[in-house]
């Protein structure tokens, strides 16, 4: 596989950052702690455009085309579909196994 791919950020994907930024702004009592850390999220997420084969095989799955990459406790969830890296979780690991569905990208 070579080439960039698209980069998409599924609602299911969209709702954990959400959530994840609204956690750690309650936490921290920072919204700027809370962006920066969201902001590192989708970053981390957009860079798999480039070298997507480097996440791990989902071992929940094990299909080849369901990945992960991790940012500290997190789990960046994504499937390689064609040319395009679709993003459907972002998981704290402590909270176990995440719920994965790729129906939300099928037309």
């Known amino acids: ?3 960039d791919y ?3 950020f599924g609602q299911r994907s969209r709702q954990d950052l959400r959530g994840i930024v609204l956690y750690i702004r309650q936490g921290s009592g ?3 702690v809370a962006a920066r850390f969201g902001q590192t999220l989708i970053k981390r997420a957009l860079s ?3 070298m997507p084969e480097r996440g791990r095989i989902l071992p929940e799955l094990g299909q080849e085309d369901v990945r992960e990459i991790l940012f500290r406790s997190y789990r960046i969830v994504y499937r390689i579909a064609g040319q395009e890296i679709q993003v459907l979780r972002f998981w704290h690991a402590a909270r176990g196994t995440p719920e994965i569905s790729i129906d939300e990208f099928r037309d």
């Open 1 to 3: 596989m070579g080439g």
């Open 6 to 8: 698209k980069v998409i």
């Open 30 to 32: 920072s919204p700027e």
């Open 48 to 50: 798999l455009g480039h």
